[in-house]
């Protein structure tokens, strides 16, 4: 499997010699899922943060009546795990599960705490990529209150390229928070 999307992806946000890109990746390893294994369960601590090559996950949390409740998609070249549980070795809230196949390269905490620590700009790095989830957790909080279900479903596939063939109707209406038969009138209503 070829690592080159996840060094192309780091370089668009940072500058990376070849002898840092190489060591960094020594860390890393390649590993697949299969449609609806889990890459991280609520409750345990994540240590580690995953770069998706090939596939689509999805974010869930279980509630405390054991419903699910779809957070998040994460699609090819996106970096994904619980960060909160990461960074704070925490137990996560939500679990992390491959909605379809997924290959994704494997950064362990071994490599981030040597990139933070030996990338010249590995500080950068970090930070980019929390900004951007900061960012988009952010906005979807708030479109959760601004939007109506029929906007936010509008906005689904501008997020989320193609995401209407990929994820079954009932995840997508857990993201959007509407039941999967209001998300079958919201789409015959468009």
């Known amino acids: 499997m070829n690592k080159?999307?996840?060094i192309g992806a780091m370089r668009q946000m940072i500058t990376m010699f070849d002898q840092e890109a190489e060591k960094f990746l020594s860390f890393c390893y390649f590993k697949t899922f299969h449609q609806k294994e889990f890459l991280g369960r609520q409750g345990e601590v994540c240590q580690?943060?995953?770069f998706i090559i090939k596939g689509i996950t999805r974010s869930l949390i279980v509630d405390t009546a054991g419903e699910?409740?779809?957070i998040?998609?994460?699609?090819?070249n996106q970096f994904i795990c619980d960060y909160t549980s990461f960074m704070l070795q925490t137990p996560a809230t939500n679990?992390?599960?491959?909605v379809e196949e997924t290959e994704v390269v494997v950064l362990p905490r071994k490599a981030i705490e040597w990139g933070y620590a030996n990338l010249q700009q590995g500080d950068k790095?970090?930070?980019?990529i929390a900004e951007y989830y900061f960012i988009y957790f952010d906005i979807r909080l708030k479109n959760q209150y601004l939007f109506t279900p029929a906007q936010r479903y509008e906005n689904l596939s501008k997020v989320f390229p193609n995401i209407h063939n990929r994820v079954p109707q009932h995840m997508?209406?857990?993201y959007l928070g509407v039941s999967p038969v209001h998300l079958s009138r919201l789409k015959k209503s468009l």
């Open 4 to 6: 080159e999307p996840l």
């Open 48 to 50: 580690d943060i995953f």
């Open 68 to 70: 699910e409740h779809t």
């Open 72 to 76: 998040h998609f994460s699609l090819e």
């Open 95 to 98: 679990s992390l599960q491959a």
């Open 125 to 128: 790095l970090g930070r980019l």
């Open 172 to 174: 997508i209406a857990s």
